[in-house]
């Protein structure tokens, strides 16, 4: 959310992150750990990585377990970023029952068992957050890709009852949904022609920076 302000656009500062214990699924775990401890006192390391399927109950479950165990506090913050698409979904009529249920399992069952153990397990009483990851393909509705896109579609859609059944617990939920970054999901099976075409399309010409979105979880 942002404010006008002379010409000037002021984000809302979001609360500060000491002392808060966060989970942030996906998104390049090792870089983000290193990055985060290469910053902090080399005695108390204040990020770890740690495995887990997310759309598997159990594995999800011991990582807010192994949060708690390790930063000896309840988790306050989720991020659920953890995500996969098939470069080469094809129309609804050629997309295998199989690929359907791989991208469903990991985009929609893992964002609702993050989403259901966060609402268990974040410490209430103000600044928990909860923010998942959607994609602009839900509001541009291209052909040939509806299995991604409906899985992302439904994880906007819980996020907008999470928030209302978290009502009066202090915690937000928010979905973020970016259009085309930079990342090697993005790359990942595309031709230089596809990604020219992509370019073509955004409104700035360019595709979105990795390293920059990641300040978009910010809520
Ligand atoms: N890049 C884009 O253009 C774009 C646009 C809109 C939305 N998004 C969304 O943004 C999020 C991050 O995507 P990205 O572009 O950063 O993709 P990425 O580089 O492929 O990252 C996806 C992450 O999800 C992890 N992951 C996959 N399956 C998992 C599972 N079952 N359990 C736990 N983690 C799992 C991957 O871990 P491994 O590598 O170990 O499998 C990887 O770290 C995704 O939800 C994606 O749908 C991306």
Redesign the pocket.
């Known amino acids: 959310m942002a404010s006008e302000a002379s010409g000037n656009v002021n984000l809302i500062p979001s609360l500060p992150l000491q002392d808060r214990v966060a989970i942030v699924?996906?998104?390049?775990?090792n870089l983000v750990s290193s990055e985060i401890n290469s910053a902090s006192s080399p005695t108390t390391p204040q990020a770890i990585v740690a495995q887990?399927?997310?759309?598997e109950p159990t594995q999800v479950k011991s990582l807010f377990d192994k949060a708690e165990e390790v930063f000896n506090s309840p988790v306050h913050i989720l991020v659920n970023?953890?995500?996969?698409?098939d470069p080469k979904l094809p129309s609804i009529a050629n997309t295998s029952l199989e690929d359907f249920d791989r991208i469903f399992s990991?985009?929609a069952r893992?964002a609702f068992l993050c989403c259901k153990e966060a609402a268990n397990r974040l410490k209430h009483g103000g600044g928990g957050r909860i923010v998942l990851?959607s994609?602009?393909l839900v509001s541009s509705l291209k052909p040939g890709i509806a299995a991604y896109t409906a899985s992302?579609a439904a994880v906007e859609t819980m996020t907008k009852i999470l928030a209302k059944e978290l009502k009066g617990t202090g915690i937000t939920a928010n979905c973020i949904a970016?259009?085309?970054?930079a990342?090697?999901?993005?790359f990942a099976g595309r031709n230089e022609e596809y990604v020219k075409r992509v370019i073509d399309d955004c409104p700035l010409g360019r595709l979105g920076r990795?390293r920059i979105w990641h300040r978009w979880w910010g809520f």
């Open positions: 699924t996906g998104a390049s775990p887990a399927d997310v759309s970023s953890a995500g996969v698409t990991v985009n893992g990851v994609s602009s992302k970016p259009g085309p970054i990342t090697e999901m993005f990795p």
